[in-house]
């Protein structure tokens, strides 16, 4: 390979932005290629559109059940920190099955006026301000509090959710935790989510919703998550933990960044900006484009379950394959003129929320809905925007994040 190719097992590579030449290279020339770590057994790069929707498809070949990130786990690892996201169906499709319905396009759309109630509150508060952080005065606060709405939890807790779901999920950033994955010694957490101290404090936290809700079931996702299985069994305790830890952190953090990156894309285009103002009917294209742009989480891992092929090399049992949606989004062969921000894009069948298959990302259409009512929201208000200091990025090849956007707004 070019000996110019960033190093993309490296964390500290997407502090500068997401390394668009080595992925572009990659898909021209060796799209799925190996790469080896430096505490870990290596890893195929999969860059091409169309070998992600074959991964995502094809989960007897490709299993989560090994884990979804890089990290090498040891059994009893995977066993105690296991979520629906590292099961292959069936497991997965029964768990799945407890709350999949409450994230149906339907029942979603019925949370539009809270979400719109929410933002509101949210943007005229910092707008009010004149100059602040996008990101942590609008940006970071509706996804948690919307979360918080779905599983039946007070808004007075939201701040303290997200500053736990913040160490676990940006466990490779020292800003967000003091127990950095690849710089300190974690050891004595590998059996946590994340291999993070956080998760303790969450788990506690789970203990109390579990005992509230079984003795005072409601229609919230907590308590949907705390009925029998199809099979008649309950999830069990620990289990139910893991997957809390997994919405609190998830479900926060990748919805916050997708409108991070939307305001910054409103700020480098002011076409964008007068667009929308003109036609406001191109809310919901400009959604699908933003989502696209910025591809919030940037790679699943799964693992070969058997010898096969793709992409024209040879895969082994037991290989991981690294499946690059952050690559894929911006696949020549897929999308015409990918780094072009095109709100008026069509089709885009983008790959933000999955490639298809049985993992495909359970609050896709949460997650669609708060950006589109948190743009409704932001755009009619202001005149212009202007960034006024140095824009900061997550340290992570994970998670697609901007963590500071100092602006200054003027209102129309």
Not at 191 to 197: A, G, I, N, Q, T
Not at 229 to 237: S, V
Request: some cysteine.
């Amino acid at each position: 390979m070019s000996p110019d190719l960033a190093d993309i097992t490296s964390h500290d590579t997407f502090v500068e932005g997401i390394p668009h030449d080595t992925f572009r290279y990659l898909r021209a020339e060796n799209p799925v290629s190996w790469w080896d770590e430096e505490d870990g057994r290596g890893f195929w790069s999969v860059v091409r559109y169309a070998d992600v929707k074959t991964i995502s498809h094809e989960h007897e070949t490709f299993s989560s059940a090994q884990g979804i990130r890089l990290e090498d786990m040891e059994p009893d690892e995977l066993e105690a920190r296991r979520t629906l996201m590292e099961m292959d169906p069936p497991d997965h499709t029964n768990l799945r099955r407890l709350v999949s319905r409450l994230f149906t396009r339907g029942k979603i759309a019925a949370y539009e006026k809270t979400i719109r109630d929410i933002s509101v509150d949210i943007i005229d508060r910092a707008f009010a301000m004149g100059e602040f952080d996008f990101v942590t005065e609008v940006a970071r606060e509706l996804p948690m509090r919307m979360l918080g709405r779905l599983m039946g939890l007070p808004d007075s807790d939201g701040d303290w959710l997200v500053r736990m779901g913040d160490q676990m999920i940006a466990n490779t950033d020292p800003e967000f935790t003091e127990h950095v994955v690849d710089q300190t010694d974690t050891d004595e957490f590998r059996l946590l989510p994340f291999r993070s101290p956080a998760a303790r404090e969450l788990f506690d936290y789970a203990e109390g919703l579990m005992a509230e809700r079984r003795a005072n079931p409601g229609e919230d996702l907590v308590s949907k998550m705390l009925e029998p299985t199809k099979a008649g069994d309950p999830l069990p305790d620990h289990e139910f933990k893991n997957f809390f830890a997994l919405m609190v952190a998830a479900g926060n953090d990748t919805t916050r960044y997708s409108i991070a990156h939307s305001m910054k894309a409103l700020i480098s285009r002011p076409d964008i900006l007068a667009l929308l103002h003109s036609q406001p009917e191109l809310f919901e294209s400009a959604t699908e484009e933003l989502l696209r742009w910025s591809t919030t989480t940037m790679h699943f891992r799964r693992t070969a379950t058997r010898d096969t092929e793709l992409g024209g090399s040879r895969i082994k049992a037991g290989d991981k394959l690294v499946m690059w949606y952050i690559s894929a989004n911006y696949d020549e062969d897929e999308f015409i003129d990918p780094y072009e921000l095109n709100i008026v894009r069509n089709p885009n069948e983008h790959v933000t929320f999955g490639a298809g298959g049985p993992h495909f990302c359970l609050g896709a259409w949460l997650g669609r809905l708060e950006v589109r009512v948190a743009l409704e929201e932001i755009v009619p208000r202001l005149a212009a925007i202007e960034q006024t200091g140095p824009l900061e990025r997550l340290r992570s090849n994970f998670i697609n994040g901007i963590k500071h956007l100092p602006v200054k707004v003027e209102l129309r």
